[in-house]
């Protein structure tokens, strides 16, 4: 039995026994050192094992930052609100110093114009004629000799939808030559129909409109471009006096 097991134990391989202190023995097969490739084996667990443990915490510290971060909402550029399309009512907006007016605000890009006049059809052909883009101009129809004109036109101007923030009380008869006066529908004396009482009206209505705009630059205009000149003959008197006060 004695020698059975000393045969039995002369047939392990070299490399299985073990020495005293309990070590492998390092032993080599096919030219590769099995110490070295414990080494490399190891060595490659341990830096994988670093590799999915760095990762995991940079996982885990983006995903609590992404958590606890507040969302930041930027700020415009200039830090200003931005200044919306104003609307500007021109009356007498179809020659001369209204049209002008209606076409130097509607070139701005910053003005939408509510063109209140008499005849639509010239009114839109000089519109067409003073080359004002499409959409930057609204037509409506008023006649300021008729004080029932005046209370449609506000209507029709506040179903438009757009705020009122500027008005210009620009249209206005003058008939120096005239032979007879004329009157306005409702028995007023034409040019004072016209230039007085009927842009009273009108700016009365609309008052409570300019008075509502948020608009920072709102304004109501008299203008008195002829009458207020004392170069006329005869006289200009009532117009004079009224427009300029």
Not at 155 to 166: I, Q, S
Not at 203 to 212: G, I, K, Y
């Amino acid at each position: 039995m004695a020698l059975q097991a000393a045969t039995t134990t002369s047939f392990l391989p070299s490399a299985l026994s073990a020495r005293k202190e309990g070590a492998v023995k390092d032993s080599a097969f096919l030219g590769v050192r099995l110490g070295d490739g414990l080494k490399l084996e190891t060595s490659a667990l341990g830096l994988r094992t670093k590799r999915v443990s760095t990762s995991s915490v940079a996982i885990r510290a983006q995903a609590s930052a992404a958590v606890s971060s507040p969302t930041a909402t930027p700020a415009s550029p200039s830090g200003k609100q931005t200044l919306r399309k104003g609307t500007a009512v021109i009356t007498g907006a179809s020659s001369g110093l209204g049209l002008a007016t209606a076409k130097a605000l509607a070139e701005t890009g910053r003005w939408h114009v509510v063109m209140g006049c008499r005849d639509f059809l010239k009114a839109s052909r000089a519109a067409k004629a003073a080359g004002m883009e499409k959409g930057s101009y609204t037509i409506v129809h008023l006649d300021l000799a008729s004080l029932d004109s005046v209370r449609q036109f506000v209507g029709n101007v506040r179903r438009l939808g757009m705020p009122v923030d500027v008005v210009v009380c620009n249209a206005a008869v003058y008939q120096p030559t005239a032979k007879q006066p004329s009157f306005t529908a409702d028995g007023f004396e034409m040019s004072v129909g016209v230039n007085h009482l009927g842009h009273f009206l009108l700016a009365r209505e609309l008052l409570a409109d300019l008075t509502s705009s948020d608009y920072p630059s709102k304004r109501l205009i008299i203008v008195g471009s002829i009458t207020g000149n004392g170069n006329l003959s005869p006289s200009p008197e009532l117009g004079c006096c009224v427009l300029m006060s």
